[in-house]
């Protein structure tokens, strides 16, 4: 098997673990391509992405190109004359002057198991439609987005238990594994590829604002599976008293659950030393466990009910606050 020269494209602290892998496999990182620098924490300071952070401390190459058809950074690109360039969660479209230039082509590393979940969000959205698995998969890439010919895929069971965040970290790790798999394969001539099923292609768009806050006429399930769902990152909200209240943990409805209202969906029917019951759609029943005031920690919800005075009766769902 020959060493490559690999420049890879990434920017999230999903890339981490394919990072490591490759820097200590036989093959050649020659350089990182992140996303630009952006401000973040309570100062709103400029900060190094995650694998820009990671590339200071390996002493990589870092290049940051605002613009993907620059030419001084196509030119930086061609003198290279990587023979495989390697993106995981890039979030952006090469053009086809990248897509051509190195001889083994693109790859990229998707988080789920394609063709289901293509686009920006397949690890949140998989886990809010309550899926049973998800998965990695290793592809070349195209112009057409996430639509290349499968290198390499595995499957990754999903518990009713898991948070985006779990299933996020189980992947990262799992998706490093088989992506210096597949570029092993590159390098020996053994790759083989298949073509996506366009029958089973579905979609996971970014998410949205109004995905985060929680619509109560939702089944106590669907309003289950977007909190998990949500959490860590962004997290799913609801209004109270013209405030966001984040909702980070909610129990498990159990199948054939026997609890009931009559009263409109988004009222609090119940008020516990460790949970609250809130009405939800078709006249179910979620319970949760775990919120965050605006502006405040997390806290159990014995602690919230006590500290917000809140009581049976009263509506969490409600206009925020201009």
Same mark, same amino acid.
């Given at each position: 098997m020959r060493s490559l020269k690999i420049i890879f494209m990434g920017s999230p602290i999903f890339s981490l673990p394919s990072l490591d892998l490759l820097y200590l496999s036989s093959h050649r990182l020659e350089a990182l391509v992140t996303q630009p620098d952006k401000p973040g924490g309570r100062g709103r300071k400029i900060r190094l992405v995650p694998a820009g952070q990671w590339a200071q401390k390996h002493q990589v190459e870092l290049v940051q190109p605002l613009n993907m058809? @620059?030419?001084?950074?196509? #030119?930086?690109l061609n003198d290279k004359r990587p023979d495989l360039i390697v993106t995981v969660a890039f979030g952006r479209i090469l053009p086809p002057e990248i897509l051509h230039l190195p001889a083994l082509g693109c790859i990229n590393l998707h988080a789920s198991y394609l063709p289901a979940y293509r686009g920006a969000a397949p690890i949140h959205r998989a886990v809010i439609d309550g899926a049973e698995h998800s998965g990695v998969s290793v592809i070349e890439l195209t112009r057409e987005l996430d639509a290349g010919d499968i290198i390499m895929q595995e499957k990754e069971p999903l518990s009713?238990?898991?948070?985006?965040?779990?299933?996020? @970290?189980?992947? #990262?790790v799992r998706g490093a594994s088989l992506l210096l798999k597949a570029v092993n394969a590159l390098a020996d001539g053994t790759a083989e590829r298949t073509p996506q099923d366009p029958e089973q292609v579905s979609y996971a768009p970014s998410l949205s604002p109004e995905d985060e806050r929680l619509d109560w006429t939702l089944s106590p399930l669907e309003l289950y599976n977007r909190v998990?769902?949500?959490?860590p990152w962004p997290g799913a909200y609801t209004i109270f008293r013209g405030r966001r209240i984040k909702v980070w943990l909610a129990a498990k409805p159990e199948e054939g659950q026997t609890v009931s209202t009559a009263q409109p969906p988004g009222t609090v029917i119940y008020v516990g030393d460790d949970s609250l019951a809130v009405a939800a759609g078709k006249g179910g029943v979620l319970k949760i466990l775990e919120l965050q005031p605006e502006g405040k920690r997390k806290m159990d919800a014995g602690s919230f009910c006590c500290g917000y005075r809140l009581e049976a009766g009263q509506r969490l769902d409600g206009e925020p606050l201009p």
């Open positions: 058809k @620059d030419q001084n950074y196509l #030119a930086w009713p238990y898991d948070t985006a965040g779990m299933l996020h @970290d189980r992947l #990262a998990r769902g949500l959490n």
